[in-house]
């Protein structure tokens, strides 16, 4: 989610935050490079616990380094049909407080039985994968596939146990998926389905870190060049 839609509503969505700072400014903590800034602590504490186990995950699966500062910033409310957004070239992401996510008319359907706090940590974990996935190579103008692929795989590894079964009792896909299946047609059609297909092929043969680093080093890409 985010990376996507983001290109189609980037400059209402820039406006809007930069004309409301006074909402955005009431706690913040450093971590690992990174700044949080959120209108209660509990939501601080979990975006900064959720940034050093990213840390950690990705050296862990061959992703690369959060190397530059970014700014997360907490939000009651976000324009669009967003949880979380990462604004490629300004280091900044917006996410929901678990809270507003909760009280949110919007469904993600394969994360549906995850815990709200669970949830809020990996879409940040997933908006820190686009942070760190910026500068990869990509040899179009866009690689949405791929860099969806990504920050889905890092969502859903970051979950504990309990809402790693949960996603999983919901995916129940059980066949092997090919890497044609990943497009930006599924991925803005049926988001949840991209989500539980980037996980079911990400666990095929043990290989979705390997997988993971050939898509980082450019060896291999999900996406076509535009026709
Ligand atoms: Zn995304």
Known sequence: ????????????????????????????????????????????????????????????????????????????????????????????????????????????NAFAGVEITEYFKSTITHELSHAATEGIPCPFASCISTSEYISYAMQVMSLDPEALAAFQETSRIDRPIATEEFSPVILFMAPSLFAQKVWAHFQQNNAGCDFIGQLVRGETTLDLAPF
């Open 1 to 108: 989610m985010g990376l996507s839609k983001f290109f189609i509503t980037s400059l209402a969505a820039v406006i809007s935050v930069l004309s409301h700072p006074a909402e955005a400014a009431v706690i913040s903590c450093r971590a690992e490079n990174v700044t949080v800034t959120s209108p209660d602590v509990e939501s601080a504490a979990l975006a900064c616990s959720a940034v050093q186990a990213a840390v950690t995950q990705f050296a862990a699966c061959r992703m690369p380094a959060l190397n530059k500062p970014l700014r997360i910033v907490i939000l009651d409310d976000l324009d669009g049909a967003f949880y979380g957004l990462y604004y490629i070239g300004k280091d900044m992401i917006n996410v929901l407080t678990p809270a507003a996510m909760q009280a949110s008319e919007m469904t993600e």
